[in-house]
């Protein structure tokens, strides 16, 4: 049991959860939009190793992450290995397929929010100056991103026209993010730094509920904006909606990191089990 327990504790900490939940909610936009590749999923998920795991990295080194600290160092030859593999399934993916090269510049903002959300702009004397020590800002710089590389991303890629079926489910990409993050913030609301001004600091933790829960009230409602939605889509939003919402109404600050880290980040994993199914 310990040995099956250490490699779930790898699975989620590595980032590779988040790895297959990038894949998904990528893969999602492009089945929606009628395609079936996965070079642009693959992408997402062979970044979000490299990328989570360096942020990981660079924010224990300035004592943010002390909770993780031990476990990062204690398997950092596992990591460096699984880092340098995603690398390389990068350069294949990128140099080796008939994968868009062009499509990359597209997510230049979207990288630059995300390192930034963590690593400083520029410092004001012992003050670092990052996305996240803006009020409300790290939940919505984290969405836009997601959104970005999520939606827009993959359509480029594969030469789809950004219409306004596009920018409509761009936007309710970064409404579902938002709202399956509160989660997160909730679990963190006494050991974040005041600084940092997350929503249920702002807010309070019932209100940063209902806020959710609103962001996926309108989430649904945008499918009814979309010209081509067929209700098996509907039944699949509304789906996505309610279980969203359960977790949502379940989260406290009580919760064990794998409420979060592995329940909720696996809403995009059932996003895309539950396409399949209907």
Known sequence: MNYLKRIFEFYIFSNMHVALAGFCITKITLLKFGYSENL????????????????????????????????????????????????LGLVFNVFFTNFNKQSIYILFPFVFMTFFYVIPLFKIGKIEVSFRNFPAIKILSIAI????ISVLFPLFEVGYSFTNAVYLEFFQRILFVIAITIPFDIRDVRTDSKALKTLPQLIGVKRSKYLGIGLLSIFIT???????????ELIVTICVAIISTLFLMFSSEHNSRYYSSFWVESIPIIWFVLIYLF
């Open 222 to 232: 945008i499918d009814f904006f979309k010209l081509a939605t067929s209700k098996l």
């Open 40 to 87: 642009t999923p693959l992408f997402v998920a062979f970044s979000v190793i490299v990328s989570y795991n360096f942020i990981r990295l660079y924010e224990i080194k300035y004592d943010r992450l002390n909770w993780l600290k031990k476990w990062f160092f204690k398997h950092k030859l596992q990591l460096l290995v699984l880092a340098v593999l995603a690398s």
């Open 145 to 148: 991103s997601w959104a970005g």
